[in-house]
């Protein structure tokens, strides 16, 4: 019997098996779970990843086509999830993520409105509006868990990215006080560098991949999404049913160590 026996959750973010997103998938299956994914901008991609996951109920889950930056397709994602069978959803992952490469790899001072406001508008808004968007599935309650890259320092490379997960982190706890209400919890599980395709793509990240290992207390390997897809499935389970607007750290335990990056 797993931690999410019975439970129908929604998973973003999957587009190979690099993704963390498709660990979160993964473990929740092993755990009970009956999965839907989100797919942006390669559905058939997604289509192919999703038959690499465990069996389940629905083998493969079904993929649904998911831009979080349109209203339209938010506003009929419960429409289509209904269509797949899930009169409910006990929980909803978010792992997306999307900025411009002139955002990133130092070109901080530079950056213009116009690809910050993409960043912010892919990355910490999207919280809110497929939370909302996955509202009316989830009247019994439920829990959204966002994955966040420790916002608390000025990270090189990461740039407006670093500013936009500082943005998550507050729209989660905001998330939480108006959701609470209604039985639904909201929190963020703030990882260490992984190697997947999205993390490979910001210039010069290399740096923190390469120095993780060896600063973080108890080590670190970035191909190894299993213990943040762990603590993801905790997070969405019943486990945690007095926790919300919380922040858990799954990075080696860098976050509690002053200097270990300049």
Not at 21 to 46: M, N, S
Not at 146 to 165: I, Q
Not at 186 to 207: D, H, Q, R, Y
């Amino acid at each position: 019997m797993g931690i999410l026996d019975g439970k129908q959750i929604l998973v973003t973010g999957v587009l190979t098996d690099k993704s963390i997103g498709f660990h979160i998938a993964r473990v929740a299956q092993q755990e009970g779970a009956r999965v839907a994914l989100t797919a942006y901008p390669r559905p058939t991609l997604t289509q192919r990843t999703a038959k690499r996951l465990p069996s389940g109920p629905d083998d493969p889950p079904p993929v649904l086509e998911l831009d979080v930056t349109s209203p339209e397709q938010l506003g009929g994602l419960a429409d289509a999830l209904r269509g797949h069978g899930f009169d409910r959803l006990d929980g909803v992952a978010h792992a997306i993520a999307f900025a411009p490469q002139t955002a990133l790899g130092g070109n901080f001072l530079d950056t213009p409105w116009e690809d910050v406001a993409t960043a912010v508008h892919a990355s910490t808004y999207s919280l809110k509006s497929l939370t909302m968007a996955c509202l009316p599935l989830m009247k019994g309650g439920g829990s959204v868990v966002g994955l966040d890259f420790d916002a608390s320092k000025a990270w090189p490379v990461y740039d407006w990215m670093g500013v936009a997960k500082a943005g998550l982190e507050s729209c989660s706890r905001y998330l939480a006080k108006y959701l609470g209400p209604q039985g639904i919890r909201c929190n963020l599980v703030a990882a260490g560098p992984l190697a997947t395709m999205a993390a490979k793509s910001i210039p010069g990240f290399e740096g923190m991949t390469d120095m993780w290992p060896k600063a973080a207390p108890l080590g670190w390997d970035i191909t190894d999404s299993e213990p943040t897809a762990r603590a993801c499935a905790a997070l969405l389970s019943d486990w945690f049913p007095a926790t919300t607007g919380e922040i858990i750290h799954v990075d080696g335990g860098i976050h509690a160590i002053g200097g270990a990056y300049a």
